[in-house]
């Protein structure tokens, strides 16, 4: 005889189940395509506020802004490409510019990423990330 509290059961948990499992490998298959990524492009952002910025702060003050300029580009195209990140190293794709501040003023250095990369879902769904990020440093290089 069954027991007084499973007389109700008919076996409903079994397709709650299986969309609970469907859409958990649906999650995954996207964090396996998206996530890196996401997290290419995040690091390429912090690699120019924490490495590159500073780097360009330990200039000499009488190097010329266009080759501080030209070196702040290499920097960030060596970067880009040891992330694998080659829509960076597309022409336009990264644009640095550096203002000099005079005798006592702070220089700065003004990058622009502008790319996109498409991460594709298996076929069934492609999706753009589009990298549109400003950042501006604050260079110091008169400071002895």
Known sequence: ???P???RQAGEGKV???VTVLLLLIAIGVAVKAGPI???NNELVNAINSDIGPSASRARSDMPVDELAAQVTSQIRAKAKDLEIPEALKP???TVTVTSGGSDAPGNVHVVLRYSRTADFYGVY???FDTNQTLDITIMTNIK
């Open 1 to 3: 005889m069954p027991s």
């Open 5 to 7: 509290f499973r007389t």
């Open 38 to 40: 996401y997290y290419s």
């Open 16 to 18: 709650g189940c299986i």
């Open 92 to 94: 336009g794709a990264v």
């Open 126 to 128: 492609s999706y753009d």
